[in-house]
């Protein structure tokens, strides 16, 4: 089974509709990030947990809020959906207790929103 | 100027040749260099990692940090078309504990001819 899911993987929606995105991983990591990732800007932060009590705004959190549910649970909301977040969403996770925190990406969510 | 700079290309290889990717970035504090690949519509997936300055193999692939000259690069030998991915540079920094804090490259996307 994959460390990092994502769920879910694809998702039409409409201009003013809230949609949630969610992550999950079993790789027992304390931190967990949200990115988008959009051609020719790359990745761009949303959101970042250090751990269940600790979220923070990333560099584009507008219009996004998160829900760290779990350690092992991350979800991401998009309150009223406009058409410009449509994009690829990502969730990733590393490990504080490691001296080069390399991060580990789920599958990805392509969400378009109409 | 950008943190991170990378070569979006594309850039089409025969199989066999020996590829070099390479990122420039201005941060100083920078420490930790990544790369990551990503086939098309999955996830990033981490690649080599090297701290500071010198070389790292890993099979194929061979990452190497100069940064005196603040640049990076990634050669992979004996070239594949399974290695048709975009390739992703990322750093961070130790300084204040931010060695969280990736910043990405926009990503090279690369073919191998067969």
């Known amino acids: 089974d994959a460390d990092v899911t994502q769920t879910p993987r694809n998702r039409i929606t409409k201009t003013g509709k809230r949609i949630m995105l969610e992550c999950s991983q079993t790789?027992?990591?304390?931190?967990m990030y949200w990115y988008r990732q959009d051609p020719g800007l790359g990745l761009r932060l949303i959101y970042y947990?250090?751990?269940?009590?600790?979220?923070n705004k990333g560099e584009i959190s507008d219009g996004y809020s998160v829900s760290r549910q779990a350690q092992a649970k991350f979800s991401l909301s998009l309150e009223s959906a406009i058409p410009n977040q449509t994009a690829l969403y990502f969730c990733a996770t590393s490990d504080s207790g490691l001296v080069a925190e390399t991060q580990y990406f789920g599958p990805g969510t392509r969400l378009l929103v109409l | 100027q950008k943190e991170v700079e990378q070569d979006p290309g594309p850039l089409s290889v025969p199989e066999g040749a020996i590829v070099s990717l390479n990122c420039t970035y201005s941060?100083?504090?920078?420490?930790?260099f990544m790369w990551y690949r990503q086939y098309s519509r999955k996830g990033p997936e981490l690649l080599m990692y090297t701290y500071s300055s010198g070389n790292k193999e890993d099979g194929r692939f061979t990452a190497q940090v100069d940064k005196s000259s603040k640049y990076i690069s990634l050669f992979i030998r004996d070239s594949q078309p399974s290695d048709s991915a975009t390739y992703l540079c990322?750093?961070?920094?130790?300084?204040?504990?931010?060695?969280?804090?990736?910043?990405f490259g926009k990503g090279t996307l690369l073919t191998v001819n067969p």
């Open positions: 947990s250090f751990d269940v009590k600790d979220i």
């Open positions: 790789k027992g990591h304390d931190r």
């Open positions: 941060n100083s504090a920078f420490q930790y």
């Open positions: 990322a750093m961070s920094g130790n300084s204040g504990g931010s060695n969280y804090k990736l910043t």
